[in-house]
């Protein structure tokens, strides 16, 4: 009987329940609560669920995730893999042609980008180090791989904020940017309907890769693995002559990765580094950042219809970089001014600039922090 005893007794103390604390049961409930938007309210289910899951697994104590594959994962974060490797399965997806026939477009998706300055500067009053306001600001950015991927260099201790915030703010896109995008635009400015397209060759599409990728890597070095493997993926697409590195790229690899890359980041919200006021401080920077995102296109959207007469200043507020979704409420916003109105290609332009533009920013706030010794 006394061996069964001791048997229970170390059962017991060698299990979690004995240091299970509140903080661990809010952040298993804050799982439970992601769980639930994922998968029945459909809030970016394939990366929100994961880290949904991510984040009730860190918060079980005793878990031993400090060796197996949950270290990998953890590596594949911390030494800066998944990220690209998603960039490649984006760029793989990505049609640059829209953004080849408008050049100007490109224009609209860096002026999206004011957001990220704007939360970076509202950090840096809130008291965080400037490495951390940097990696806090990309999240205006509305680019989640480009959030861990700065946050893994610059603030790891806030990754699972800084991630939480950006695939939720983008997970909102349908219901955030509409008002703004009224707000910023009478009926008569949404209702115009913008020119077709120029076609654009094959030649372009397989050129604009390789010197989009050689130019702005000279210029930004620190963004090379991001921007090359986005690039990278686009190129193996528009070739015509690589389909099945294409598929793997679009399909099984990004599916994996996407895997890895959110489960990983949910691994990091632990109760520890979550439940404090830093967290409710980067969520609401992040929704200002992604509301001064988006006020920035449009707005600039209606400085170029000043200048032209015929851009639709809708199309702006896809500059953020949540690449279709942003596109697409600017069609569902301009078909409802005006239902023979059909923006979404011409936004797809600014969208997938987006993209480049959170690139470049976070490369730019890289190489900033180096030269002044912050990094």
Same mark, same amino acid.
């Given at each position: 009987?006394?061996?069964? #005893?001791?048997?229970?007794?170390?059962?017991?103390?060698?299990?979690?329940?004995?240091? /299970?604390?509140?903080?661990?049961?809010?952040?298993?409930?804050?799982?439970?609560?992601?769980? @639930?938007?994922?998968?029945?309210?459909?809030?970016?289910?394939?990366?929100?669920?994961?880290?949904? /899951?991510?984040?009730?697994?860190?918060?079980?104590?005793?878990?031993?995730?400090?060796?197996?594959?949950?270290?990998?994962?953890?590596?594949? #974060?911390?030494?800066?893999?998944?990220?690209?490797?998603?960039?490649?399965?984006?760029?793989?997806?990505?049609?640059?042609?829209?953004?080849? =026939?408008?050049?100007?477009?490109?224009? *609209?998706?860096?002026? %999206?980008?004011?957001?990220?300055?704007?939360? !970076?500067?509202?950090?840096?009053?809130?008291?965080?180090? =400037?490495?951390?306001?940097?990696?806090?600001?990309?999240?205006?950015?509305?680019?989640?791989?480009?959030?861990? @991927?700065?946050?893994?260099?610059?603030?790891?201790? !806030?990754?699972?904020?800084?991630?939480?915030?950006? @695939?939720? @703010?983008?997970? *909102?896109?349908?219901?955030?940017?509409?008002?703004?995008?009224?707000?910023?635009?009478?009926?008569?400015?949404?209702?115009?309907?913008?020119?077709?397209?120029?076609?654009?060759?094959?030649?372009?599409?397989?050129?604009?890769?390789? %010197?989009?990728?050689?130019?702005?890597?000279?210029?930004?070095?620190?963004?090379?693995? !991001?921007?090359?493997?986005?690039?990278?993926?686009?190129?193996?697409?528009?070739?015509?002559?690589?389909?099945?590195?294409?598929?793997?790229?679009?399909?099984?690899?990004?599916?994996?990765?996407?895997?890895?890359?959110?489960?990983?980041?949910?691994?990091?919200?632990?109760?520890?580094?979550?439940?404090?006021?830093?967290?409710?401080?980067? #969520?609401?920077?992040?929704?200002?950042?992604?509301?001064?995102?988006?006020?920035?296109?449009?707005?600039?959207?209606?400085?170029?219809?000043?200048?032209?007469?015929?851009?639709?200043?809708?199309?702006?507020?896809?500059?953020?970089? =949540?690449?279709?979704?942003?596109?697409?409420?600017?069609?569902?916003?301009?078909?409802?001014?005006?239902? =023979?109105?059909?923006?979404?290609?011409?936004?797809?332009?600014?969208?997938?600039?987006?993209?480049?533009?959170?690139?470049?920013?976070?490369?730019?706030?890289?190489?900033?922090?180096?030269?002044?010794?912050?990094?």
């Amino acid at each position: 009987m006394s061996d069964f #005893i001791v048997a229970v007794t170390s059962v017991w103390h060698d299990s979690g329940i004995i240091v /299970f604390s509140i903080g661990n049961a809010i952040m298993i409930f804050v799982g439970i609560l992601l769980l @639930y938007l994922a998968f029945v309210k459909e809030f970016e289910p394939l990366l929100l669920g994961p880290i949904a /899951f991510g984040c009730i697994l860190a918060n079980l104590p005793k878990n031993g995730f400090e060796e197996g594959v949950f270290a990998l994962i953890h590596a594949g #974060i911390q030494f800066e893999i998944f990220p690209p490797l998603i960039f490649m399965g984006v760029g793989a997806m990505t049609d640059f042609g829209p953004l080849i =026939a408008n050049p100007k477009t490109l224009l *609209l998706g860096a002026a %999206a980008q004011i957001g990220v300055f704007v939360a !970076l500067g509202g950090a840096m009053f809130l008291g965080f180090t =400037a490495p951390q306001a940097a990696a806090i600001g990309i999240i205006g950015g509305a680019d989640g791989p480009t959030s861990i @991927y700065l946050a893994s260099k610059l603030a790891p201790e !806030l990754l699972g904020a800084i991630a939480v915030a950006a @695939y939720s @703010y983008m997970s *909102l896109v349908p219901l955030i940017q509409p008002p703004i995008m009224k707000l910023f635009t009478t009926k008569k400015d949404r209702q115009i309907v913008m020119e077709q397209l120029r076609h654009v060759s094959h030649f372009e599409k397989v050129v604009f890769p390789i %010197a989009s990728t050689i130019f702005i890597s000279l210029l930004l070095p620190s963004i090379t693995a !991001l921007l090359g493997m986005l690039m990278f993926g686009n190129l193996i697409n528009e070739s015509g002559v690589t389909h099945r590195l294409s598929d793997t790229a679009q399909n099984a690899l990004m599916n994996t990765v996407t895997i890895f890359l959110a489960l990983g980041t949910g691994c990091t919200m632990s109760a520890e580094s979550f439940l404090n006021v830093q967290t409710l401080e980067i #969520i609401g920077l992040g929704l200002v950042a992604f509301i001064a995102g988006t006020a920035g296109g449009v707005i600039f959207g209606k400085i170029m219809l000043m200048v032209d007469g015929k851009t639709n200043p809708l199309i702006g507020s896809a500059g953020v970089s =949540a690449v279709p979704m942003a596109a697409r409420v600017s069609q569902v916003v301009g078909s409802k001014a005006n239902p =023979a109105n059909f923006l979404l290609m011409h936004a797809m332009g600014p969208n997938v600039a987006g993209v480049i533009g959170t690139a470049v920013a976070a490369g730019t706030m890289l190489a900033m922090l180096s030269a002044t010794g912050a990094h």
